[in-house]
């Protein structure tokens, strides 16, 4: 049976999100949860919402926790058995298949590349969202947080773990890569984008070249690199955006009897318009470039 340890004590409604999540999961796919926490206290929690605890869930004790703000180096010193570090061990030593955390991103970063190890030829993982396009297929954006620095070498791993990865789970069989940029031309940019789109075009990916904010989502292009930097601010403006739109939409909606009458009428489509952009439709994303299947 699949086990994952699920960090219980990484969200900011911890460990009681979590623990809802852990239950609700065990209801609907068949798989074991190893929840990673104080135990004791997890217990505690566990019992007041489940009464008896779930043949499936599995406790393991990790008595500190990295806090949200917490400096990341400062953490790993002191912190040796945080759930973070207790999860990561877990998978690593084979007492569970994944990893997944809403923790610090910075700890998670830098404990995966410690426990899990990178693969050959990664010198940094980078975390990889999905986002809907206008056309059927997804388009792979990474990295969106894991690395605020980079190099243009580093970009260039990240067009080749978005290429695989678009391959193996999205089922698209020639990626088409492009570097996020202030603009088509090749000149274009700072001197990360200008260096990284020489090198982009030497790797032997199907590169297409630059790709402005505007074009990320019509769907002609299946990967899209960039720093993790401005990956996060794509991320959360597309986010921030659309919680706009879905907000001033019900507004209009509402606005009169007529337009009540046709938002009953269009409820289903209201729906299946959210479902396909809403974020919240997504757990979490994967880290790519380590060893182990890490999920934030």
Same mark, same amino acid.
């Given at each position: 049976m699949l086990t994952i340890a699920l960090d219980a004590m990484g969200g900011d409604a911890a460990p009681r999100s979590e623990i809802e999540g852990a239950l609700q999961a065990l209801e609907d796919f068949p798989m074991a949860v190893l929840l990673i926490g104080p135990e004791v206290r997890l217990r505690d929690e566990v019992r007041k919402r489940a009464g008896t605890r779930p043949r499936a869930l599995h406790f393991l004790d990790a008595p500190s926790v990295i806090e949200m703000d917490e400096p990341v180096a400062q953490a790993l010193r002191r912190k040796r058995r945080s759930s973070i570090h207790v999860g990561m061990r877990a998978v690593q030593e084979g007492r569970a298949s994944a990893f997944v955390s809403a923790g610090n991103t910075g700890a998670i970063m830098a404990l995966a590349k410690l426990v899990m190890r990178t693969?050959?030829?990664?010198?940094?993982?980078?975390l990889a969202a999905v986002l809907p396009t206008l056309t059927s297929r997804w388009a792979v954006l990474l990295d969106v947080g894991a690395n605020s620095d980079c190099k243009p070498h580093h970009l260039v791993q990240f067009a080749m773990m978005g290429d695989i990865y678009a391959r193996s789970l999205l089922g698209v069989k020639r990626p088409r890569v492009?570097?996020?940029?202030?603009?088509?031309e090749e000149a274009k940019g700072n001197d990360l984008t200008r260096e990284t789109? *020489?090198? &982009?075009? =030497?790797?032997?990916?199907?590169? #297409?070249g630059?790709?402005? +904010?505007?074009d990320i989502c019509t769907g002609?292009?299946?990967?899209?690199?960039?720093?993790?930097?401005?990956?996060?601010?794509?991320?959360?403006?597309?986010?921030?955006?659309?919680?706009?739109?879905? *907000?001033? &939409?019900? =507004?209009?909606?509402t606005k009169? #009897?007529?337009?009540?009458? +046709?938002?009953?009428?269009?409820?289903?489509?209201?729906?299946?318009?959210?479902n396909r952009f809403d974020y919240a439709e997504f757990g979490g994303v994967p880290l790519l470039g380590v060893r182990h299947t890490c999920i934030i």
């Open positions: 693969l050959p030829m990664i010198d940094r993982p980078a492009g570097q996020i940029s202030i603009g088509e789109y *020489k090198l &982009l075009e =030497q790797s032997g990916l199907n590169f #297409v630059n790709v402005e +904010g505007r002609e292009t299946d990967v899209l690199v960039c720093d993790g930097f401005t990956g996060n601010v794509i991320l959360k403006t597309s986010e921030g955006i659309l919680e706009m739109l879905l *907000k001033v &939409l019900r =507004q209009e909606m009169s #009897v007529r337009t009540q009458v +046709g938002a009953l009428l269009s409820r289903p489509a209201f729906q299946r318009l959210k």
